[in-house]
């Protein structure tokens, strides 16, 4: 158990509709990074957060939107969902977020869009 | 060219045997992570190099810097140990916390 926890673990909705993932990090991290793995782009980089504040951004769509709570866990808001956004999305999270940081992965929300 | 490339991309191996897994990458970069991921999904982080050798129980992760190569070894495999490993980079240029991960390599150990 990497301490850091997804919910839900799976989800299906229908295209068009907008769903939200929350992630919890590992007690005392402080930063928060989201990637997206689909079957065609393998494991991609999505945004990260930092204490709070977005920190850097990856390859995320603008029908998609993140943000990190006071508490620090954060949730990924994708809108106007289409198949191709059918893929597991992890969340992981470390104490910096600075370059040599080892980060701890949650077991990912598996979204089904159909 | 993908800036992180693994090989092999499936690998079978029998129980007991010593397992290499390859990865380069285009980039420089801080750090290289080995991930691995069983059929449920879950990744796992099993190493964080810089430089050097890590070695954990029967994994061991090496990286040369100079000609930008990591491997990870697995030795006496065991059907356990079938997953998904995947080889990621932090590089310098990129934002921080911006992994470039390679698109993995399905090892299945046979009893």
């Known amino acids: 158990d990497s301490g850091v926890t997804q919910t839900p673990k799976h989800l299906i909705t229908a295209t068009g509709q907008r769903v939200t993932l929350r992630c919890s990090p590992r007690?005392?991290?402080?930063?928060v990074y989201w990637y997206q793995q689909s079957l065609d782009q393998g494991l991609q980089f999505l945004i990260q957060?930092?204490?709070?504040?977005?920190?850097a951004k990856g390859n995320i769509l603008e029908r998609f939107s993140a943000q990190q709570f006071p508490d620090l866990h954060s949730e990924l808001n994708l809108s106007s969902l289409e198949l191709g956004d059918s893929a597991l999305y992890f969340c992981a999270s470390s104490v910096f977020g600075g370059r040599d940081t080892e980060a701890f992965f949650g077991q990912g929300t598996r979204l089904t869009v159909v | 060219k993908n800036e992180v490339e693994q090989s092999p991309q499936n690998l079978t191996a029998q129980e007991g045997e010593f397992i290499t897994i390859n990865c380069s990458y285009s980039v420089g970069i801080s750090a290289l992570h080995w991930l691995q991921q069983h059929p449920g999904g879950g990744i796992v982080s099993l190493f964080m190099?810089?430089?050097g050798k890590k070695k954990h129980g029967r994994l061991i992760a090496t990286i040369n810097i100079q000609e930008k190569h990591s491997s990870l070894h697995i030795t006496a495999s065991h059907p356990r140990d079938s997953a998904v490993y995947i080889c990621?980079?932090?590089?310098?240029?990129?934002?921080?916390?911006?992994?470039?991960f390679g698109k993995g390599t399905k090892l299945s150990v046979k009893p």
């Open positions: 957060y930092y204490n709070g504040e977005e920190r």
């Open positions: 190099l810089s430089s």
């Open positions: 007690s005392g991290d402080l930063s």
């Open positions: 990621a980079v932090k590089d310098y240029g990129g934002s921080q916390g911006n992994l470039i």
